[in-house]
Nanobody
Framework: QVQLVESGGGLVQAGGSLRLSCAAS????????IGWFSQAPGKERTFVAT????????AYADSVKGRFTISKDNAQITVYLQMNDLKSEDTANYFC????????????????????WGQGTQVTVSS
């Protein structure tokens, strides 16, 4: 079982940048797909980005394409979400999640597909 710890959230002005980190505790991410999801107050949790086990297959929500970048470190211990050109509508609590799965072509974009979740980190973008 892997434990996930997010960090890097905070308050930033519109147009600014943040880098979120999702650190693995107890395991590496080599056998897991990792996803980032966001949840604004009163709204459902929504898909942001996902990366496969080897780190060579990535998918993004349309709303963040060209602004956010998901990546893994070589040690497969930390997954990052670089967030650039932030907008007020990006304000939310951001969660990382892990899914055990064999390497495959598919992406996993639904929150119910993920087995393990971090506690979340708050991102607030002021306009």
């Amino acid at each position: 079982q892997v434990q996930l710890v997010e960090s890097g959230g905070g308050l930033v002005q519109a147009g600014g940048s943040l880098r979120l980190s999702c650190a693995a505790s107890g395991r590496t991410f080599s056998n897991y797909y990792i996803g980032w999801f966001s949840q604004a107050p009163g709204k459902e949790r929504t898909f942001v980005a996902t990366i496969n086990r080897s780190g060579d297959r990535i998918a993004y929500a349309d709303s963040v394409k060209g602004r956010f970048t998901i990546s893994k470190d070589n040690a497969q211990i930390t997954v990052y979400l670089q967030m650039n050109d932030l907008k007020s509508e990006d304000t939310a609590n951001y969660f990382c999640a892990a899914k055990t799965a064999p390497e495959a072509i598919s992406y996993y974009k639904c929150d119910y597909e993920y087995e393990y979740w971090g506690q979340g980190t708050q991102v607030t973008v002021s306009s």
